[in-house]
């Protein structure tokens, strides 16, 4: 069974600096029908203005995972670490028994694009970590890459469930399949252009909610059309 959820239903939050797509329950945007899925939490879709951000705040038994689709992403935090993350970045926060880190576009003249993802952990009260990895666009290209994964196989980040994120960019009529174990879902996020899945027409912002189905057919319909497939414990 495939459930759509189009990107325009999403809950909608501008404060100016910052103009953010929420697929779930998040802060003033609350749908009892759309409250997480799975161990799937939050997927927010957020565009900073150049030099905005998030100033410090804090975050604790949740698995924080931040994607860049454009621009740059500058992250501090309180156990010591500070990067930019930028397009093929993909960095994993556990806030386990508690951090603090802020957030700001890294540029101040271009906006930032990018998608920030809560995980529930598989426990509470783990200690606070953190990595960033890079995935060349080659990696990805017409291929699912896995990019997370609880045992961070395949130099995937480790994300604290069970829980594996593939990421994806096709070309027009090119197809990837996915096999979806038994007691298994998925969930489904096209960052960038339009693919078909399974014959659903889906386009940058929509996601999709899979359970008891046994395989994905993600296909592309335009150039780099970006996507991210989770897959996860039922």
């Given amino acids: 069974m495939i459930t759509l959820r189009p990107g325009s239903d999403r809950g909608k939050a501008n404060f100016g600096w910052l103009d953010s797509r929420h697929t779930f329950s998040f802060g003033n945007y609350y749908d009892p029908g759309h409250m997480s899925f799975g161990t799937l939490r939050v997927i927010n879709e957020d565009k900073v203005t150049p030099g905005q951000g998030f100033s410090t705040h804090g975050h604790r038994d949740m698995e ?48 930032v694009h990018f998608l920030q993802i809560w995980v529930l952990p598989e426990a509470n009260g783990i200690d606070p970590g953190y990595e960033q990895t890079y995935f060349a666009p080659e990696d990805k290209q017409n291929q699912l890459r896995l990019v997370g994964s609880q045992d961070g196989r395949n130099g995937s980040v480790t994300i604290h469930q069970d829980l594996n994120l593939y990421a994806t960019v096709l070309q027009p009529e090119v197809s990837v399949i996915h096999h979806l174990d038994a007691n298994r879902l998925a969930w489904v996020h096209v960052a960038k252009g339009a693919v078909k899945l399974n014959g659903h027409d889906l386009t940058a912002g929509d996601g999709a909610a899979v359970a008891d189905e046994d395989a994905l057919a993600l296909t592309g319909v335009s150039e780099d059309a970006e996507v991210l497939l989770f897959d996860m414990a039922a």
């Fill in 64 to 111: 924080i995972i931040s994607y860049v689709l454009d621009g740059g992403l500058a992250h501090k935090d309180s156990i010591g670490n500070g990067s930019v993350i930028r397009p093929g970045d993909v960095q994993r926060m556990s806030a386990g028994t508690g951090i603090m880190h802020s957030e700001y576009n890294a540029s101040e003249t271009d906006p």
